[in-house]
């Protein structure tokens, strides 16, 4: 299984990105997805999710700022960053599970994860 996660960027305050992921190895439609971020000096946490039935879930800080999107025909899942801060800062990675309900929603335990795509938002 390849998670292989890109797009990220410098980009300056306000501004927007598109991070993209290519799933292989795995049946893509199956598995539920989702976006975890490491800022510097601090530990990865949970972004945003999608299930396999499309049901979308978010932190509470990034919602109605970011919108996760998966499409099954090309087995990748989108993560659109927009308003973007100086405190997104951080590498994004992309993840994912068969096993994410969606009733905890930050309680998503990935059994694969991606490589990371770093987003740099100056000031």
């Known amino acids: 299984v390849q998670l292989q996660a890109y797009g990220g960027g410098l980009v300056q305050a306000g501004g927007s990105l598109r991070l993209s992921c290519a799933a292989s190895?795995?049946?893509?439609?199956?598995?539920?997805m989702a976006w975890f971020r490491q800022a510097p000096g601090k530990e990865r946490e949970f972004v945003a999710a999608?299930?396999?039935?499309?049901?979308?879930y978010y932190v509470d800080s990034v919602k109605g700022q970011f919108t996760i999107s998966r499409d099954n025909a090309k087995n990748t899942v989108y993560l659109q960053l927009n308003s973007l801060k100086p405190e997104d800062t951080a590498v994004y990675y992309c993840a994912a599970t068969k096993y994410y309900s969606g009733y905890q929603v930050t309680d998503f335990s990935p059994a694969y994860w991606g490589q990371g795509t770093l987003v740099t938002v100056s000031s």
């Open positions: 190895g795995l049946t893509f439609s199956l598995y539920n």
């Open positions: 999608i299930r396999r039935t499309d049901d979308t």
